[in-house]
C-alpha cells in the first residue's frame, strides 16, 4: 500500500477527522473545537506538529483541562536547555545526547528542535510536543496504541 494515500499533512486520503478536529488547507490551519472553545495552529508557525497540537488541545478541552491563556504563555515562552530537562525529567547531557542522536532511554524518539531565536534554547511547543512524544513511549504506545508484551 506504501504512503501514496497519504497527504502533506499526514492524513490518510479519505479518512474523517475526529469530531471537533479540522484541518483548513487554503490557509494550512489545524483547528481544535469544543463547547465553545477554540484553537488555531498554523503550519507556517507550528509545522509538522501543528496537528499534534490542535489534538493535544481538543484532548483537553474534552478533559475540561484545557487553558487557552497558559497554553499561549507556554509556547511563547523559550526554554533554557537545562530547564528544559528537568521539565522532562531528564539529565542536561541525556537532553543534549538526545537532540543530537534522536535517542534517549534506549529508544529512538524524535528530539525537539532548538529555539532558532535563541543559544541552547527550546520553544514551549516543542518542549510541550517533547514531553508528549516522550510520555507515550514510555507507556509502550506505538503510534497511538499500546503494544502488549504477551
Known sequence: MGNSGLTEEGLNVGDPLPDGLSFRASTGQWQAQYKGQRITY????????????????????????????????????????????????????????????????????????RDVRGVDRITGYELIMAQERLTTCTRGEVNGKVESSA
Request: cysteine-free; proline content about 6%.
Open 42 to 113: 498554523n503550519i507556517a508557525r507550528y509545522g509538522d506538529a501543528a496537528k499534534d497540537l490542535a489534538n493535544r488541545a481538543l484532548a483537553l478541552m474534552v478533559s475540561g483541562a484545557f487553558d487557552p491563556v497558559a497554553d499561549d504563555l507556554l509556547f511563547k515562552h523559550s526554554w533554557r536547555l537545562d530547564d528544559a530537562a528537568r521539565q522532562l525529567g531528564l539529565s542536561l547531557p541525556q537532553l543534549r545526547q538526545w537532540m543530537l542522536t534522536g535517542t534517549v532511554n534506549a529508544q529512538e524518539i524524535r528530539p525537539p528542535k
